[in-house]
């Protein structure tokens, strides 16, 4: 995998969920923020990450600075996906199919946030099994990151595009 430099790139940042998290002391509870972000910048780089904080802003901060650390380039067909994946995290499962265009994004809260993130925008998705958001980021990303292109393939297989394709 290619390392990404986020300095470069203009990255738009999604906060995808705040959760408030508390520690038992024996002086009482601890309460802190955690928030799960992606960022993006519309054209196939990606990235998620998550942070921790006593304060929401904070906490948005780390979890963008995660996100840029976590870059990764996925593979594209168009405004859509190659072809069809799932990928999985913990207890979730992903489905990802390509759809034709002007179908825009059908997805639920968490792999919408990253598909548009991407910049992908024909594609369906379906969260099996759990839908938390801290596992359903984490599958999508598992799903677009085993995506390879015609071009891909035929290098692997060595050969042409136009024998791939038919």
Do not use: W
């Not at 639920?108 to 596992?135: W, Y």
């Amino acid at each position: 995998m290619e390392r990404i430099d986020a300095s470069t790139l203009d990255l738009q940042e999604n906060v995808v969920s705040i959760n408030r998290v508390s520690k038992t002391v024996k002086g009482g509870r601890i309460m802190k923020f955690s928030a799960l972000v992606v960022v993006g910048n519309g054209d196939g780089i990606v990235g998620y990450g998550m942070g921790k904080a006593s304060e929401v802003p904070e906490a948005i901060r780390k979890g963008t600075e995660d996100a840029k650390k976590n870059l990764v380039r996925i593979a594209r067909y168009g405004s859509t996906v190659p072809h069809e994946t799932v990928g999985s995290f913990g207890a979730t499962r992903v489905m990802i199919k390509p759809a034709a265009p002007g179908t825009g994004i059908i997805a639920g809260g968490a792999a919408r946030a990253v598909m548009e993130a991407a910049g992908i925008t024909d594609v369906r998705t379906k969260s099996l099994r759990s839908n938390n958001p801290c596992n359903v980021v984490p599958a999508t990303f598992a799903g677009l990151k085993s995506l390879k292109t015609v071009k891909q393939i035929a290098d692997q297989r060595g050969k042409t595009v136009a024998e791939i394709l038919g």
